[in-house]
C-alpha cells in the first residue's frame, strides 16, 4: 500500500512526554517533506525492515553524546512504542 500526502496522519505516540517526533515546527527541514516517516514506513516496510530502523534508533539515540539526555530517553520511549505497535 502506497500512501499519499493527502493520505498520511503523523504517528500519535502515548509516552505522555512533549516530545513529538512528528511535530514538523520541531523538525530540521530535511524531515519536512509532506508524508510522514512512519506513516511511509508503515505502508512500504516489511516487519523485518521496520524492527531493524527501530533497533538501529534507539541504538543511535542511546549513545549520541550531545547533552540532550532527556529528549533522547523520549525519542527512545517512542521509537520502542512504534516497535510494539508494529508486533500487535
Same mark, same amino acid.
Given at each position: 500500500? /502506497?500512501?499519499?500526502? /493527502?493520505?498520511? /496522519? +503523523? ?8 516530545? !513529538? %517526533?512528528? !511535530?514538523? #515546527?520541531?523538525? +530540521?527541514? $530535511?524531515?519536512? %517533506?509532506? =508524508? ?13 525492515? #521496520?524492527?531493524?530502523? %527501530?533497533?538501529?534508533? =534507539? !541504538? ?7 547533552? $540532550?539526555?532527556? $529528549?533522547?530517553?523520549?525519542? =527512545? %520511549? ?7 505497535? $508494529?508486533?500487535?
Amino acid at each position: 500500500m /502506497k500512501l499519499t500526502e /493527502k493520505e498520511s /496522519k +503523523p504517528y500519535e505516540f502515548t509516552n505522555g512526554s512533549n516530545m !513529538d %517526533i512528528n !511535530d514538523h #515546527k520541531a523538525k +530540521p527541514k $530535511q524531515y519536512e %517533506i509532506g =508524508i510522514d516517516t512512519f506513516c511511509r514506513a508503515e505502508a512500504n516496510m516489511t516487519l523485518e525492515e #521496520k524492527m531493524a530502523c %527501530i533497533r538501529f534508533n =534507539i !541504538d543511535k539515540y542511546n549513545w549520541r553524546k550531545k547533552d $540532550q539526555a532527556k $529528549q533522547d530517553l523520549n525519542k =527512545i %520511549i517512542a521509537y520502542a512504542e512504534w516497535g510494539l505497535k $508494529q508486533l500487535k
